[in-house]
T-cell receptor, first 110, second 114 residues
């Protein structure tokens, strides 16, 4: 079955760039997503990338997709304390059926 | 525009009881999906409804059920509660469930089974 793996923790200093990595096994995914979850809140869609793209940039966020290696990454430029949260990558398995990774807890040190 | 609203926010039940959780999607959204989030299993898809019909179902036992009303509001029910059902239950909505659509999540219902 599908498997989506992420490292559990990442700490960065405020102002530095953060890179969160994700590997997946299902090569048929059309879209891949990045979600953010803050304490006590639901998930917020940050960005997504179509599977035939290599890169997508959206303000401070850059998504890189390597289909050959089934590797997805999210880069956050100029990381702020408000970026501290859990970040999930996900791919689609059907209508609104997302398969989520384990989540990476990002801690931004002032 | 109001977001996805889930009620109640917190719930405490005992083993063997049943529970009903409610979700009001964003106005105009017709697809509603439910997820279970636990520390051990992470986020897992329960089911998705569109126009009152279940279109997709995850790998959960029959004790987990749901329904959608004509106004797109949805409920999920868990019968014969087990300790392992303790979790954050998240509801999400989108216009029609298309892959490129933005999926909006509610804040969830935190269920504790004692």
């Amino acid at each position: 079955g599908e498997d989506v793996e992420q490292s559990l923790f990442l700490s960065v200093r405020e102002g530095d760039s953060s890179v969160i990595n994700c590997t997946y096994t299902d090569s048929s995914s059309t879209y891949l997503y990045w979600y953010k979850q803050e304490p006590g809140a639901g998930l917020q869609l940050l960005t997504y990338i179509f599977s035939n793209m290599d890169m997508k940039q959206d303000q401070r966020l850059t998504v890189l997709l390597n289909k050959k290696d089934k590797h997805l990454s999210l880069r956050i430029a100029d990381t702020q304390t408000g970026d501290s949260a859990i970040y999930f990558c996900a791919d689609t398995q059907g209508a609104n059926n997302l398969f989520f990774g384990t989540g990476t807890r990002l801690t931004v040190i002032p | 525009k109001a977001g996805v609203t889930q009620t109640p926010r917190y719930l405490i039940k005992t083993r063997g009881q049943q529970v009903t959780l409610s979700c009001s999607p964003i106005s105009g959204h017709r697809s509603v999906s439910w997820y279970q989030q636990t520390p051990g299993q992470g986020l897992q898809f329960l089911f998705e409804y569109f126009s009152e019909t279940q279109r997709n179902k995850g790998n959960f036992p029959g004790r987990f059920s749901g329904r959608q009303f004509s106004n797109s509001r949805s409920e999920m029910n868990v019968s014969t509660l087990e300790l392992g059902d303790s979790a954050l239950y998240l509801c999400a909505s989108s216009l029609a469930g298309g892959e490129s659509e933005k999926l909006f999540f509610g804040s969830g219902t935190q269920l504790s089974v004692l």
